[in-house]
C-alpha cells in the first residue's frame, strides 16, 4: 500500500510538469498538435471499420484545442473533428437506412463536440481567475503573502545554486492611518493601489513586489549587487514619497533591506531581517531606508549611506 501511494504521488508532479510544458507551448505548434491528433483519431477510426465506435477518441484533440489553445482553437477542433468522423465513417463503407441519416448524425457529434470544448474553455477561465484570486492581493493586484513566499522560496533555492545574491526587502507606509482618518477607506483604497503602481513601476524588470499587510509590502531583488540594492531601495523610497505629494497625501515610506552575497537556505531568516530593518528605519524618523549587507560586510556602511 505504501508503494501505491508513493507512486500515485510521484505522478502528479510530473503531470504538472507536462501541465505546464503545454501551457508555454505557441498556439501554432498546440493546433499543429490537434491537428496531429485528429488524424491519428480519424485514420484508427477508419481502419477499425464502422464496427467500432471512436467517438470519444475525439475529444482528447478538442480538449488539448479547448485547454491549451484558448477560444480560437476550441472554435475550430470541433468542427474538424466531427468532420473527420463524417469522412472516416463514410470511407469505411458504413451503410444506412436513410442518406439523412450520417449528416444527422454528424450535426449531433458536433454539437457534443462544441458543448465539451466550451465547457473546457470556461473552466479553464474560471481556474485561472481562481488562480490569480488565491495568489493576488484583491484591492491592488499585486502578489499577497502566499504568494510572494511562495517565489521567494524559488528565487532562494535559485540563487543559492548560482551562487548569486538576494536582496529581500520589506516597506510600511508612514501615516497610512491619517489619510484613512481623514479621507475615508475609497482614498486609502486608492492610496494603496497607487502605491503598488509606483513600486511596480521602479523596480527593476524581474523584481517581485507584494502587498504582505495592510499597509505593508514586500519585494526581493535577485542578483543585484549590494550596490544595485541599495539604489533601487533609496529610489522606491522616493517614488513612494514623490507619488504621495502628488495627491497631497502625507504618507512617505519606511524601507528594510537585507542583501545577502551568500544566501542562505532559511527564507524566514531573510524575511526577519528584512522586517526588523524597516523597523530601525521606522524608528529612526521614518521615510528612510535602512540597507544591510551579510556576507560581506566591507561596503556595508557605503551601501546603507547611499541609500538613506
Not at 96 to 125: D, E, K, Q
Not at 135 to 153: C, E, K, P
Amino acid at each position: 500500500m505504501a508503494q501505491t501511494a508513493t507512486t500515485g504521488t510521484t505522478r502528479l508532479p510530473r503531470l504538472d510538469a507536462i501541465d505546464e510544458r503545454l501551457r508555454k507551448l505557441r498556439p501554432a505548434v498546440i493546433h499543429g498538435l490537434t491537428l496531429a491528433l485528429l488524424a491519428l483519431v480519424g485514420g484508427l477510426d477508419y481502419w477499425t471499420g464502422s464496427e467500432f465506435s471512436f467517438s470519444v477518441f475525439y475529444l482528447a484533440p478538442i480538449a488539448m484545442a479547448a485547454w491549451y489553445g484558448g477560444p480560437r482553437s476550441a472554435a475550430f477542433a470541433p468542427a474538424l473533428a466531427a468532420a473527420t468522423w463524417f469522412v472516416s465513417d463514410a470511407s469505411a463503407g458504413h451503410s444506412y437506412s436513410h442518406p439523412a441519416i450520417p449528416w444527422w448524425n454528424a450535426a449531433v457529434r458536433l454539437g457534443f463536440f462544441v458543448l465539451v470544448a466550451s465547457l473546457l474553455v470556461r473552466l479553464r477561465s474560471l481556474l485561472r481567475d481562481a488562480r490569480r484570486a488565491a495568489d493576488h492581493d484583491v484591492l491592488t493586484g499585486a502578489l499577497n503573502s502566499r504568494s510572494w513566499h511562495v517565489r521567494l522560496a524559488e528565487e532562494t533555492a535559485r540563487c543559492r545554486r548560482q551562487a548569486a545574491p538576494l536582496t529581500v526587502g520589506y516597506i510600511d507606509l508612514d501615516h497610512f492611518k491619517t489619510v484613512n482618518d481623514r479621507s475615508g477607506h475609497a482614498a486609502g483604497d486608492a492610496l494603496l493601489r497607487l502605491v503598488v503602481a509606483t513600486l511596480q513601476a521602479t523596480v527593476r524588470p524581474g523584481d517581485v513586489v507584494a502587498r504582505v499587510g495592510g499597509d505593508e509590502f514586500a519585494f526581493f531583488l535577485a542578483g543585484a549587487s549590494p550596490g544595485e540594492a541599495a539604489v533601487v531601495a533609496g529610489r522606491l523610497r522616493d517614488a513612494v514619497r514623490e507619488a504621495m505629494t502628488s495627491r497631497g497625501w502625507p504618507v512617505t515610506a519606511s524601507i528594510g533591506a537585507a542583501t545577502y552575497v551568500t544566501v542562505p537556505a532559511d527564507v524566514v531568516t531573510m524575511v526577519r531581517a528584512a522586517d526588523a530593518l524597516m523597523y530601525a528605519a521606522k524608528a529612526g524618523g521614518r521615510d528612510g531606508v535602512r540597507h544591510d549587507i551579510i556576507g560581506d560586510t566591507a561596503d556595508s556602511d557605503l551601501d546603507r549611506d547611499e541609500a538613506t
